[in-house]
C-alpha cells in the first residue's frame, strides 16, 4: 500500500492540506496502539505497523516538494530515496554557471583576511546568492505550479515526461540549495528559522 492509499487519495499532487490532516487525525485516532492494548500480541504488532505507515505517509504528503520526490520514487519502483538507477542531472548550462560561482568562492576564500571576506568579495557573493535564490524559486514554482498542474491532468504519456521533468527540476533545486548553502557559509551566513539541505 502506498502513501496515497493510505489516505485512500489517488496519485494527484492537488492534495488539501487541511484535509489531509483532518483524515490522519481521524486515523490516527481511529487506529491509535494506545486503544488496542487489550488486543492479541498479532494484532497489536498489525496496530503498530499501521500506525506507522500513516505517519510515514502524512509526512511524505503534507509538505508539496515532499509529496513530488515521493511520486517520482513511487513511479520509479522505489520505496525509498535510495536506489534510483539514473541519477538525475543538472542542466548542463546551469552546472556552468555553477562552475564560474565555486571559482569566485574559491578566490573570495583564498583571499579573506583573518576578520573575514574583504568587501568586494562579500558583495559579489551576496550577488551570487540572491541570483540563485531566485533560480530556486523559479524551480520550486515550476515543481508546484506547471509541473503540478500537468501531471494531475495528464495521461500516461504526458505523465512520464512530466516525471522526466520533475526530476530535472528537482535535481536543478538540489544542486542550487547546495552551491547556496556554501555561499551562505562563506559569508558567515544562516538565515533564522533556514535548514540547511546540505547531506552530511
Known amino acids: 500500500m502506498d502513501h496515497f492509499e493510505v489516505f485512500g487519495l489517488p496519485r494527484r499532487l492537488g492534495i488539501d492540506a487541511a484535509e489531509l490532516q483532518r483524515k490522519f487525525y481521524a486515523l490516527s485516532r481511529r487506529g491509535h496502539p494506545d486503544f488496542h492494548q487489550g488486543a492479541p500480541p498479532e494484532r497489536q504488532a498489525e496496530i503498530l505497523e499501521a500506525s506507522a505507515r500513516l505517519n510515514a505517509a502524512y509526512r511524505a504528503l503534507r509538505d508539496p516538494i515532499g509529496r513530488i520526490e515521493y511520486l517520482v520514487r513511487l513511479e520509479e519502483g522505489r520505496d525509498t530515496r535510495e536506489g534510483a538507477t539514473v541519477k538525475p542531472k543538472a542542466p548542463p548550462a546551469l552546472l556552468e554557471e555553477m562552475f564560474e560561482i565555486q571559482e569566485?568562492?574559491?578566490e573570495a576564500q583564498s583571499s579573506s583576511q583573518p576578520g573575514g571576506l574583504e568587501a568586494g568579495a562579500r558583495a559579489t557573493l551576496a550577488a551570487h546568492r540572491e541570483r540563485l535564490l531566485a533560480r530556486y524559486q523559479e524551480e520550486?514554482?515550476?515543481?508546484?505550479?506547471?509541473l503540478s498542474e500537468a501531471w494531475d491532468s495528464g495521461g500516461a504519456a504526458?505523465?512520464?515526461?512530466?516525471?522526466t521533468a520533475f526530476k530535472e527540476a528537482l535535481a536543478a533545486r538540489a544542486y542550487l540549495r547546495t552551491v547556496i548553502d556554501d555561499i551562505d557559509e562563506a559569508l558567515g551566513e544562516v538565515r533564522e528559522g533556514y535548514?540547511?539541505?546540505r547531506r552530511h
Not at 504526458?158 to 516525471?163: D, G, P, S, Y
Request: aromatic content about 0%.
Open 104 to 106: 569566485s568562492l574559491q
Open 158 to 163: 504526458e505523465r512520464a515526461e512530466v516525471i
Open 140 to 146: 520550486e514554482h515550476r515543481l508546484l505550479g506547471p
Open 195 to 197: 535548514v540547511s539541505h
